[in-house]
């Protein structure tokens, strides 16, 4: 495990496989799309396009995408990255919610459960409890994204 030191009094982590890859080139704590920080380069000194590093390491082409199992983009060791789809990147971002839990809502005097897939919401049913409806949206998403859902409960499913 190697340290690699970026701007802003920041550092990432890599394996020692690719330090010689990866030092080979100046990294810095930049901000995504989303403004979150992230370890990224220039991908030529003229080119103001940037590269992720969790990304470089991988030699991921367009389209795939990665997912920090950890949630820490600053560990970028091999252990910790995972190629998954878009889908599958865009329901591990975590949102807020009035019910305290993932993919449930109020609605009148229940609580409704739903999950997306591949920009298509599938709604799980209207539920007494938040809980109840939680637990319904666990179920879902172990079927529809298996080891990598994101769940309410995950010692109780898992």
């Not at 799980?124 to 809980?131: I, M, Q, R, S, W």
Request: with cysteine; aromatic share 6%.
């Amino acid at each position: 495990m190697k340290i690699v030191p970026l701007t802003r009094g920041l550092t990432a982590i890599i394996d020692d496989q690719d330090v010689s890859r990866v030092l080979a080139h100046r990294w810095r704590a930049g901000k995504t799309n989303h403004g979150e920080l992230s370890p990224v380069r220039r991908k030529t000194p003229c080119n103001p396009t940037t590269i992720r590093l969790s990304r470089f390491i991988l030699e991921l082409p367009r389209g795939m995408e990665i997912r920090h199992k950890n949630g820490d983009r600053f560990d970028c060791r091999r252990e910790n990255l995972v190629v998954v789809s878009r889908g599958e990147n865009q329901q591990r971002k975590p949102r807020p919610s009035s019910s305290g839990y993932r993919g449930v809502s109020r609605h009148r005097q229940a609580y409704q459960a739903r999950i997306t897939r591949d920009q298509q919401t599938l709604f799980l049913g209207l539920h007494a409890t938040a809980e109840a409806a939680a637990r319904r949206y666990d179920l879902e998403a172990l079927r529809l994204y298996g080891s990598n859902a994101r769940l309410n409960f995950p010692a109780v499913l898992a």
